[in-house]
Antibody
């Protein structure tokens, strides 16, 4: 079955970077964009950006421009999201999700990874 | 502050019907498809409705979606205690800051 499996929880100090992985299985990895969405505790969903695993092209939300980098390794069907200059407000669960996208517009996200908790604390 | 506006909470008794609204603008809902996600406590969001009103395989027909102009609605009939969850609408925003946008989420309580 189609699934996305993410790496485990991380604890980082302010100013550090974190890299979360998302391994895809059950479908052709290069055929669908991977999007990243985060959710702070008790808060709503916040879209961070997308990556096309075939071309490596990316698009980031303005809020994260300059701090986020999305990459992939097609040989192991894995996408990565790296967030730098971490601050306490970045403490959240980070999700990857397969995007159903056409011409640069993603209409829906399915499935989602199980989530990775990133805690930023001194 | 979410781009899409949802009521923070709704409630109804088992067996009843409930609707959840999602309001946006011409740059998002007005010109793109709407999707809906269910998030049970402690789990990842799950796709409930896509392309405004389509249900993925395995989603019961108790769940329905509609869109009119710059607003969308999720309907749930025959409420069950297992439907207690947070529900999010989502779409794409085609403005200068293009990207995915979500509502703030609606907590459904089945009394």
């Amino acid at each position: 079955q189609v699934q996305l499996v993410q790496s485990g929880a991380e604890v980082k100090k302010p100013g550090a970077s974190v890299k979360v992985s998302c391994k895809a299985s059950g479908y052709t990895f290069t055929s669908y964009d991977i999007n990243w969405v985060r959710q702070a505790t008790g808060q709503g969903l916040e879209w961070m950006g997308w990556m096309n695993p075939n071309s490596g092209n990316t698009g980031y939300a303005q809020k994260f421009q300059g701090r986020v980098t999305m990459t992939r390794n097609t040989s192991i069907s894995t996408a990565y999201m790296e967030l730098s200059s971490l601050r306490s407000e970045d403490t959240a669960v980070y999700y990857c999700a397969r995007g159903h996208c056409t011409n640069g517009v993603c209409d829906w996200f399915d499935p989602w990874g199980q989530g990775t908790l990133v805690t930023v604390s001194s | 502050q979410s781009v899409l506006t949802q009521p923070p909470s709704v409630s109804a008794a088992p067996g009843q019907k409930v609707t959840i609204s999602c309001s946006g603008s011409s740059s998002n809902i007005g010109n793109n498809y709407v999707s809906w996600y269910q998030q049970l406590p402690g789990t990842a969001p799950k796709l409930l409705i896509y392309d405004n009103n389509k249900r993925p395989s395995g989603i019961p027909d108790r769940f329905s979606g509609s869109k009119s102009g710059t607003s969308a609605t999720l309907g749930i009939t025959g409420l069950q205690t297992g439907d207690e969850a947070d529900y999010y609408c989502g779409t794409w925003d085609s403005s200068l800051s293009a990207g995915g946008v979500f509502g703030g989420g609606t907590k459904l309580t089945v009394l």
